[in-house]
């Protein structure tokens, strides 16, 4: 189950994006797949994918909205994969009651995907310039910085940099060169000229940038 789990995840490790396009045209091959293993991926695509998309709006970056079109094509596929499992497990009505419930969850995580698709559509609308002004306005918001070769940061885990308890501010996305990692996870380690997407207050960026770029030794 495990090796399954770790094939069909995207998140939390190094991912090599394909085209978006390209993918969504792929044949589905269906493989039999944990239900709690397929509400965890949409689950934490659900999360994820709404923060890129208002990151590609207030970074104008064409390059995160493709990311936005990988993930919600990801989602379709989970939201395949977990339909077909329902089918094929439904002996019983009382089998098709409880699937139900599992199938309108998968439904509500795939509008939210989504969603997310139709907002970085503004991208290409008049109202383009005005979204990221209102971003900016919020009390937690987007940021994108980059770890300086000078920073201790380099080559250390998210976990050992405490860096959601010393500044509050959740890394939810790193470029390196031309991969990514969605969603990193605490075991993941921070590397010279990794590109952060992180979401939090301003004082909290103010600390984290800081310590990025190698100004300050630790974070307090």
Not at 35 to 62: H, P, Q, R
Not at 153 to 159: E, G, S, V
Not at 200 to 212: I, M, P, R, S, V
Request: proline content about 3%; aromatic content about 6%.
């Amino acid at each position: 189950m495990k090796k399954n789990k770790h094939r069909h995840s995207i998140l939390g490790r190094l991912q090599r994006t394909p085209k978006w396009k390209k993918e969504e045209f792929t044949e589905i091959a269906y493989e039999p797949t944990p239900v709690k293993d397929l509400l965890t991926e949409m689950k934490d695509i659900s999360e994820l994918i709404i923060d890129l998309a208002y990151s590609a709006i207030l970074f104008n970056s064409g390059e995160i909205a493709e990311e936005v079109k990988y993930l919600e094509v990801r989602m379709d596929k989970l939201n395949y994969d977990i339909r077909i499992m329902a089918m094929m497990a439904a002996r019983s009505k009382e089998d098709a009651e409880q699937l139900a419930g599992i199938l309108q969850i998968a439904q509500a995580a795939e509008k939210i995907s989504n969603t997310a698709g139709d907002i970085i559509l503004l991208m290409k609308d008049k109202t383009e310039p005005i979204l990221p002004r209102i971003l900016k306005k919020a009390e937690e918001r987007l940021f994108r910085m980059k770890v300086s070769e000078e920073s201790s940061a380099c080559n250390q885990t998210i976990k050992e940099l405490k860096v959601e308890s010393e500044t509050g501010m959740r890394i939810i996305g790193i470029r390196r060169k031309e991969y990514w990692i969605y969603n990193p996870q605490a075991d993941v380690v921070l590397l010279a000229n990794d590109m952060l997407i992180v979401r939090g207050t301003e004082d909290g960026y103010k600390d984290l940038h800081a310590f990025l770029l190698g100004k300050q030794e630790v974070l307090d």
